[in-house]
């Protein structure tokens, strides 16, 4: 099917990551994650194995010596999708003022816009419904392109105990946009 870079961000949501990756692969995809390191809190990573990148392999030797690999443009150049699932408030902001501060957020900056990007926001209800989220969310809109995808929040009890919108879509229903969207934008032949 296709290659897919799931983006793993500082939301308690975050601890759905090993049932999305899971899930994924089971719909035939090919997984990688890059998880932030808030989002590293969340989720136990031994069943992603070698899958699984954050801060620190983006330069993991004492110093860079040109040549090196440089990790945010691998993983880019692999990734056939984005999908960043959770994608907290904080992460959010960052992608809409085009900050790159960490291996997800230089990902997403050098990212090809032709290319898909699925997000699945999660956060509390009334970050979700500060109108800072809604300029935001508008602002990774790139030059009039139907993208990103958003898989909307739910309504449930929230992790602080709130009941309202803000937690994450289900993987299930996740994957499924994925799905819809690689229908939309095939996957084209790459070596």
Not at 91 to 111: S, V
Not at 141 to 159: C, E, N, S, Y
Not at 162 to 189: K, N, S, W, Y
């Amino acid at each position: 099917m296709a290659r897919v870079l799931l983006g793993v961000t500082g939301s308690v949501a975050a601890i759905k990551t090993p049932a999305l990756f899971e899930e994924l692969g089971q719909a035939g995809h090919s997984v990688r994650v890059v998880a932030t390191q808030a989002a590293l809190y969340f989720f136990d990573s031994s069943p992603l194995g070698n899958a699984l990148y954050c801060d620190a392999d983006e330069w993991p030797g004492e110093r860079y010596q040109r040549g090196d690999p440089v990790l945010h443009i691998e993983l880019r150049r692999w990734a056939d999708l984005l999908l960043i699932a959770p994608l907290d408030a904080n992460t959010l902001a960052k992608l809409a003022a085009g900050l790159a501060d960490n291996c997800l957020t230089c990902i997403y900056r050098a990212w090809d816009p032709a290319r898909p990007i699925v997000v699945a926001p999660a956060m509390n209800t009334l970050m979700w419904e500060h109108p800072l989220t809604a300029r935001h969310l508008n602002a990774l809109t790139f030059d009039g392109l139907p993208l990103p995808r958003i898989v909307g929040p739910i309504t449930k009890q929230l992790a602080c105990g709130d009941v309202g919108i803000g937690a994450m879509a289900e993987p299930a229903e996740i994957v499924r946009a994925v799905q819809e969207v690689l229908e939309r934008f095939p996957v084209t032949t790459r070596p």
